[in-house]
């Protein structure tokens, strides 16, 4: 017994006619027969009562028609689920990125992937910089968006996005532009800054914008979380110095001055991994994200 036997029976179960269910199925009336008489033989039983002018259900041929039709479709359904995960258009992938681009372009990544594939479940995540690259690894994400590149094996990264750093103070702050920093000025200040971790691209880029200013910060706090940060700031704790997209957050209260300095952004994934999904997210995000400035 296979399935397409089935099928054979649940259409003539609904036609009772050989010869007009062998023309919808697309085979002749004598396979379908032979078919017919194989799943019966097989079964032990009639499903049918034939004479030269009627054909009906026996009761037995009703009770599996009402069984099958429940299964088949479930069957079906099953069988096209598979495809789609299959084809990378269906079941889950799991993304790792920054929070500060939590306002800016990842909503517009969602959006993109959400529009091409719609039955795709994306689970988002924030990871600390120091556990990005066993995450990855490990199978705990598939995809890492992150402001350092990877260089390590079995790892690929790709910048794919640059935004600026940006100065953020109170808007109450004496700075009101580029022109008000300089070594003296910014000496004077308390800063807030996210947690510098050995090895770091991105740290290595704030600690150039003290370098081009020339003077040691003083430093009253680091955080992991740029949304902290944030709030210090604007209570007035500090200032600090952060990628400039966090001011598509909503941060009332603060001024961001962008700096000439630059931060870019990185796809980090596994190079031997072939799941399907994440190779279709992958083109996604470099066909329609991908903005190197």
Do not use: C
């Amino acid at each position: 017994m296979d399935l397409q036997q089935i099928r054979y029976f649940l259409a003539l179960s609904r036609e009772l006619h050989y010869w007009n269910t062998a023309a919808k199925m697309n085979i002749t009336q004598s396979a379908l027969t032979r078919q017919i008489q194989s799943l019966e033989n097989e079964l032990g039983l009639l499903l049918f009562e034939r004479n030269k002018r009627n054909v009906k259900l026996t009761p037995a041929g009703r009770f599996l028609r009402g069984k099958w039709e429940v299964e088949i479709n479930e069957i079906e359904f099953i069988h096209q689920f598979a495809k789609q995960i299959h084809l990378g258009e269906s079941g889950t992938i799991r993304i790792a990125y920054p929070d500060s681009i939590s306002a800016s372009i990842m909503p517009e990544i969602l959006a993109h992937i959400a529009a091409e594939y719609p039955k795709l479940r994306v689970e988002l995540v924030q990871v600390l910089y120091e556990n990005q690259q066993e995450f990855l690894r490990n199978y705990k994400v598939d995809l890492i968006i992150a402001r350092d590149i990877n260089n390590l094996q079995g790892i690929k990264s790709k910048k794919v996005y640059t935004d600026h750093l940006a100065l953020v103070v109170p808007e109450n702050h004496p700075f009101q532009s580029i022109e008000d920093l300089s070594t003296e000025t910014l000496s004077q200040q308390k800063f807030i800054l996210p947690t510098i971790d050995e090895g770091s691209s991105y740290g290595h880029i704030i600690q150039q914008v003290f370098s081009n200013f020339d003077f040691t910060p003083n430093v009253y706090l680091h955080s992991e979380f740029g949304a902290i940060i944030i709030a210090l700031v604007r209570k007035g704790l500090g200032i600090a110095i952060l990628p400039d997209s966090y001011q598509y957050h909503d941060s009332p209260g603060l001024r961001f001055i962008k700096l000439p300095f630059k931060t870019d952004l990185y796809l980090n994934w596994r190079t031997d991994d072939q799941n399907p999904t994440l190779s279709n997210v992958l083109q996604l995000i470099l066909n329609k994200i991908g903005k190197v400035d």
